[in-house]
């Protein structure tokens, strides 16, 4: 086997690796296992979330402790990614885009500042890192870029909290 197949075989499995990452980040969001969320980013990892959310985190934790508190009172939060494009910088660096869908409803959606319901889509811009032989998000930036409010009415059939439950 010639040594450029070696590094093609290597592309694509890091490729694989980038789209379960994003993968797992979505699962992980939409089942509101946040104990599995930080383990995506690296301890020093950013997230930005562009208008009209307008919110920047830095470090693993804190995002950590920032998703839960702001997911806490959602009784459905759908995160959907897709169309993921990767450009593979050198051997341990990574950049991602891919778009999401969002569907996000609180549990008293007529409650003030609190309440949301909406479906949103965005594209995500990400850096990601190779470290001990894993991917993990350095900097992820959602630019939201459609917004729809009020059209989520159906019943939650399963809670997020159990969800994060395997059976």
Same mark, same amino acid.
């Given at each position: 086997?010639?040594?450029? /197949? =070696?590094s093609?075989?290597?592309?694509?499995?890091?490729? @694989? #690796?980038?789209?379960?990452?994003? *993968?797992?980040?979505s699962?992980?969001? !939409?089942?509101?296992?946040? &104990?599995? /969320?930080?383990? =995506?980013?690296t301890? /020093?990892?950013?997230?930005?979330? $562009?208008?009209?959310? /307008?919110? $920047?985190?830095?470090?693993? *934790?804190?995002?950590?402790?920032? $998703?839960?508190?702001?997911?806490?009172?959602?009784? @459905?939060?759908?995160? !959907?990614?897709?169309?993921?494009?990767?450009?593979?910088? &050198?051997?341990? *660096?990574?950049?991602?885009?891919s778009?999401?869908?969002?569907?996000?409803?609180?549990? +008293?959606? %007529? +409650?003030?500042?609190?309440?949301?319901?909406?479906v949103?889509y965005?594209?995500?811009?990400?850096?990601?890192?190779k470290?001990? %032989?894993?991917?993990?998000?350095?900097?992820?930036?959602?630019?939201?870029?459609?917004?729809?409010?009020?059209? =989520? !009415?159906?019943?939650?059939?399963?809670?997020?909290? #159990? @969800?994060?439950? $395997?059976r």
């Open positions: 086997m010639a040594s450029g /197949d =070696l093609d075989i290597q592309s694509a499995l890091d490729q @694989l #690796a980038i789209v379960n990452v994003l *993968h797992r980040y699962n992980f969001v !939409t089942r509101a296992d946040l &104990d599995r /969320d930080e383990e =995506l980013f301890s /020093d990892a950013v997230i930005e979330i $562009r208008a009209p959310f /307008d919110t $920047r985190i830095e470090g693993s *934790h804190a995002i950590k402790q920032w $998703r839960t508190g702001a997911s806490g009172a959602l009784e @459905l939060l759908v995160h !959907t990614t897709y169309s993921p494009v990767i450009q593979l910088l &050198d051997a341990t *660096h990574a950049e991602a885009t778009q999401t869908r969002e569907m996000v409803r609180s549990s +008293d959606p %007529g +409650d003030g500042e609190l309440g949301m319901n909406v949103f965005s594209v995500y811009s990400d850096d990601l890192v470290v001990d %032989g894993e991917w993990k998000f350095a900097r992820r930036v959602c630019q939201p870029i459609y917004m729809e409010s009020g059209g =989520l !009415t159906g019943q939650v059939c399963t809670a997020r909290s #159990a @969800l994060a439950q $395997r």
